[in-house]
């Protein structure tokens, strides 16, 4: 039986019934798999439904302000797959009248849509025959057929995207790349594989050879980068609280933070209250400090954040130009990094 055959028919068996599976709608396929880049289906799902609750018609999406978006996709992280989505929204509707087109390398020229999500698109609302090849793809290919050509190399992922696209059913292609995705996100998992119960067991080249726990291969990931944040929290009589948005090409761009001194390593507190750093970026220089809580470790997919959070109290208390001061109703409707939601959550709920 073909490779295709039989992905398919263990599809129909075991597969999830998701939402974004019962739609040919290019909007809300386009929707999940861009909420479903590096995020696991369980938390995806909750946001897409808010998403279509908030947004049914890509129309909607396109007239939202920025800053509402980005306050519905707080808590994904990788913030730029959200403003790609805001962006290309508004595309589709200024330039095709507010239909997908249905043509990979028009869909493949929009902001944030490589080849996954055009073949995706492509696949799934037009059938258009175009092979899928995400993570659970790279898996159960490098483990069928045995190769050890890494995946996150442009010369690998283009033989596994040809690989892919020879094993596709060109009658079926949605089904056929719905399966393979399913395959190897239920059953041809990273850990632990049921290799006993696999339809492949026979055929399978990495079980044959021992390899299913190497296989596949990545190169070396890029060197890690340290990070340190000191956030200053500052709240008046009125129990405003000042922040400021980030707008420099930076981690968490148009997302809204405390002021903030990044120092190149972690600084003893000794020497970072002792310094004028405090004075210099308030311009003031009467304040006390309430407390400071422990360093915490937030980690984004290059670098590694460390964070401490200072609370500190001003004698004669003034808004700086560079940060304005925000209540806790208006710090709901703002975006806001993880790190700064959850002390949040903790710090006005005292």
């Not at 507010?98 to 492509?122: C, Q, R, V, W």
């Not at 690998?156 to 190897?184: C, R, T, V, W």
């Not at 130009?321 to 975006?335: M, N, T, V």
Request: hydrophobic share 35%; net charge positive; proline share 5%.
């Amino acid at each position: 039986m073909h490779i295709s055959h039989q992905l398919i028919n263990w599809y129909q068996e075991h597969h999830r019934n998701l939402p974004w599976r019962q739609t040919k709608d290019p909007y809300k396929i386009w929707l999940s798999e861009i909420i479903l880049q590096q995020t696991r289906v369980d938390q995806g799902t909750g946001y897409y439904y808010r998403f279509i609750e908030e947004f049914p018609e890509i129309e909607n999406l396109a007239k939202a302000d920025e800053q509402t978006v980005l306050r519905l996709w707080q808590g994904l992280g990788y913030y730029s797959r959200a403003r790609n989505l805001h962006k290309t929204a508004q595309a589709i509707v200024n330039e095709y009248n507010g239909k997908f087109p249905a043509n990979f390398e028009h869909l493949l020229s929009l902001k944030g849509i490589g080849d996954y999500t055009a073949s995706a698109i492509a696949s799934h609302a037009f059938g258009i025959p175009k092979a899928v090849v995400d993570g659970n793809v790279f898996r159960f290919l490098a483990r069928y057929f045995s190769i050890s050509e890494p995946i996150n190399t442009s010369k690998g992922q283009k033989y596994f995207k040809n690989l892919a696209e020879e094993l596709l059913d060109k009658e079926n292609p949605s089904l056929h790349n719905q399966a393979i995705m399913e395959f190897g996100a239920l059953q041809c998992k990273p850990k632990n594989p049921d290799c006993k119960s696999c339809p492949f067991i026979n055929n399978c080249q990495a079980f044959s050879h021992h390899k299913v726990d190497i296989l596949p291969v990545k190169k070396r990931k890029t060197k890690v980068r340290n990070r340190f944040f000191n956030y200053f929290i500052v709240q008046n009589a009125s129990k405003k609280i000042l922040l400021k948005k980030r707008t420099a090409k930076d981690v968490w761009h148009n997302l809204y933070d405390f002021p903030m001194l990044e120092t190149e390593r972690q600084i003893a507190e000794k020497e970072l209250l002792n310094g004028n750093q405090i004075e210099h970026l308030f311009d003031v220089k009467n304040y006390s400090i309430k407390e400071i809580l422990p360093t915490q470790i937030h980690l984004l997919s290059h670098q590694k954040l460390h964070i401490r959070f200072i609370v500190i109290d001003f004698a004669d208390y003034a808004v700086h130009a560079d940060f304005k001061a925000y209540s806790s109703k208006e710090i709901g409707k703002l975006p806001l990094p993880r790190p700064i939601e959850q002390f949040l959550s903790r710090f006005l709920h005292k």
